[in-house]
């Protein structure tokens, strides 16, 4: 199995990257024109993701429009539903961002301005399950990792991001909040951000996509911004060589995952520990 992986990953990657790029894309896309637009596209996009997703004002004044919204409807199981999971409003909205600036928005560059499909940046099925037994050995050395760290200090103090989940409903509700901003994410760098490049960069693509990725886990503990690194390198070599990101997708929301139950335990704060 590490053979094959080192084989696949390292080896054939390498070589299929430098493949020579078409002159044009279908749709008449050329690869330069993809990848200038991408790369402008991607500071953008970070730019707003920074200070309007991730601006706790903004975030707070969805959270109290939500409150108001909820409070207004009549009484019953639905407001009673909603009500129960207010301390999530503000985790809600920042999910919300991130979908729209890691996602939507690049997904429209993909549909309207390259004219081309999803599936072509990553977002397809084929070929996830036959790539399955290589994510699986990818992640479960990173969850041990995560079982070692997780009672440091620092990752206490970062993990979970919804501190004090008073029951398994609100815990479930941000773990679905939580993953879908990992889907969007991994659409960003390893679908968006990559492909659009691939046929331009060849293997610098990957490189040139670690650079943002690694610096949005500066407010991390430097361990992970340090993992960043390798998972970065790795998942994008994945992205490329399997053309799904799903993998990825599944590698990072189970390691957050683990990482937000992990430190839950740690503290003694998992619900039904009490």
Request: proline fraction near 6%; glycine fraction near 8%; include cysteine.
């Amino acid at each position: 199995m590490l053979k094959r992986f080192y084989q696949f990953v390292v080896l054939d990657s390498i070589a299929a990257m430098e493949r020579p790029s078409a002159p044009v894309e279908v749709g008449g896309r050329s690869p330069l024109f993809k990848a200038t637009t991408a790369l402008v596209a991607t500071a953008l996009l970070l730019i707003l993701l920074n200070f309007v997703a991730l601006n706790f004002d903004i975030q707070d004044g969805v959270a109290v429009a939500l409150w108001s919204f909820v409070s207004s409807l009549g009484d019953g199981p639905v407001k009673d539903a909603l009500l129960a999971v207010a301390p999530l409003y503000r985790h809600a909205a920042w999910t919300a961002g991130c979908v729209v600036f890691y996602f939507v928005m690049p997904a429209m560059i993909v549909r309207l301005v390259f004219r081309q499909p999803l599936a072509a940046y990553g977002l397809t099925g084929r070929a996830f399950f036959r790539h399955l037994p290589i994510y699986l050995l990818l992640l479960a050395p990173v969850l041990v990792i995560v079982l070692i760290v997780s009672g440091s200090p620092a990752f206490q103090a970062t993990y979970p991001f919804y501190k004090h989940p008073s029951g398994w409903a609100d815990l479930l509700v941000w773990e679905v909040l939580y993953v879908s901003q990992f889907f969007a994410l991994e659409f960003f760098f390893r679908g968006f951000m990559l492909h659009a490049t691939r046929d331009r960069l060849g293997a610098l693509a990957v490189p040139v996509m670690l650079i943002p990725y690694v610096m949005i886990h500066f407010t991390k503990p430097m361990p992970e911004a340090l993992g960043a690194v390798v998972a970065g390198t790795v998942l994008g070599v994945l992205s490329l060589r399997t053309g799904t990101i799903l993998g990825g997708v599944l590698v990072h929301a189970a390691v957050a995952v683990a990482m937000d139950v992990a430190a839950l335990v740690q503290r003694g704060d998992l619900p039904g520990m009490h």
